[in-house]
């Protein structure tokens, strides 16, 4: 069955610290991957997504994520986190064929000290 | 910009109280989801339609109904509320098939006494 794994519930980092949040995920095909972040009493916003080619990929915001299939991983990476970063984070993998139906993990909050 | 609007962000309801959710969307997408959202568990699909009248079961449909009469709005409805429904729900749309961006509302904090 698909599922998706965030293993850090809670993450304090300082800010101007590096920033990464990890991802694994059960899929049986080629992932369709997601990060999206939700900010205090707001909805969802995409970050990033991956779908083919370069394993890299960068996303908004200054944030970017690196597939790897051999760890079924997807993390999100950030050089220099911002105190306006502090939000919750969710990994998600998309259903092929499935009217683009998402499988979200339960999420990290992520707190930035100053 | 992509809008999808829930109309009521905060709700107080009482047991056995029906529930409406509603949700609309302003760029024609075919796709319109219904997640409940809580601690430690995510998001978790409740229903979703791919197209006018049509819909299907998420993964926790259970104690949910939703309808799609136009395209742009998509509604969700508690039969009989019940304290266990106290929860987050966030509205979704998008357009086409798996990878393409889905649009969030800012979400409906519903609490049943």
């Known amino acids: 069955a698909q599922s998706v794994t965030q293993p850090d519930i809670h993450i304090t980092v300082s800010e101007g610290a590096s920033l990464e949040l990890r991802c694994n995920y059960s899929?049986?095909?080629?992932?369709?991957l997601f990060w999206y972040v939700q900010s205090p009493g707001q909805g969802l916003q995409l970050l990033l997504k991956y779908f083919s080619g370069d394993t890299l990929v960068q996303g908004i915001k200054g944030f970017e994520a690196e597939f790897k299939r051999s760890q079924s991983s997807f993390n999100l990476r950030k050089p220099s986190v911002h105190w306006s970063d502090a939000a919750e984070y969710f990994c998600a993998v998309g259903i092929v064929g499935g009217y683009n139906k998402l499988i979200f993990g339960a999420g990290t909050r992520l707190a930035v000290h100053p | 910009d992509v809008k999808v609007t829930q109309s009521s962000r905060y709700l107080v309801k009482r047991t056995g109280e029906k529930v409406f959710l509603e949700c609309v969307q302003d760029m024609d997408h075919e796709n319109m989801f219904w997640y409940r959202q809580d601690p430690g568990l995510g998001l978790r699909l409740i229903y979703f339609?791919?197209?006018?009248?049509?819909?299907e079961k998420g993964d926790i449909p259970e104690g949910y109904s939703v309808s799609r009469e136009k395209k742009e709005r998509f509604s969700l409805i508690l039969e009989s509320a019940s304290t266990n429904q106290t929860s987050m729900y966030l509205c979704?749309?998008?357009?086409?098939?798996?990878?393409?961006?889905?649009?969030f509302g800012e979400g409906s904090w519903l609490t049943v006494v």
């Open positions: 979704a749309s998008s357009t086409g098939g798996v990878g393409n961006t889905i649009y």
């Open positions: 339609s791919y197209d006018v009248k049509m819909k």
């Open positions: 899929y049986g095909a080629t992932p369709y």
